[in-house]
């Protein structure tokens, strides 16, 4: 759609309004968010928006509508849908050769697993290969449990954490302050590194990757708002 605003302001609700008229969801929803900062970075996305609105140059914006719009009416099913991400974690299936990707695997995911066996309480089953193992039922409760008592809205930041990286539990120590962003994006691609290490930088890989980054920085900074 073409820009139809000039003046982008956050109200006293933390609500952003355009010329004075607020902001809603697609869902007609009055787009209201959580922390000072999260309402500012919003309005500065619409400051920026150029004559014609990208929403990809929206993130936050996005992020905040999935949280209002999709979360908020049922976040138990949502959260449950990022929980299932522990049944299958990256970082318990491993490679058992190449040597070198097996030493970059282990340097990366297990600081990671050790977090959250302590954090936790938890055993996970390492597995050789791609065969599904299932993990403990014990683990995938105490980990649901961790999802589960996140408001929508990080649920919502957590969502593309989660799915692009292929890890809950490099997910739940990026959000707890146990892993910082780049450890967390290095640990999701271990693999393809050590591919492109090995064969060479391929430039439609490379674009595809940062796309997913840009999702990704956008949950992370997400994260960051909201405390």
Known sequence: MKRFWKDVSVDAELGVRLDGKPLRTPGRTPLLLPTRALADAVADEWRASGETVDPRGMPLTG???????RIAPDPATF????AAYAESDLLCYRAD???ELADRQRAAWDPLLDWARHRYDVHFEIVIGIMHRAQPLATLAR????VAARGPFELAAL???VTIGGSLVAALALAEGAASAEAVWSAALVDEDFQADRWGRDPLAEAAAAVRRQDFDAGVRLLGLLG
């Open 63 to 69: 992020l905040s509508n999935a949280a209002i719009d």
């Open 79 to 82: 959260a449950a849908g990022l």
């Open 97 to 99: 050769a190449p040597e």
């Open 143 to 146: 980990l649901g449990e961790a």
């Open 159 to 161: 969502s593309p954490v």
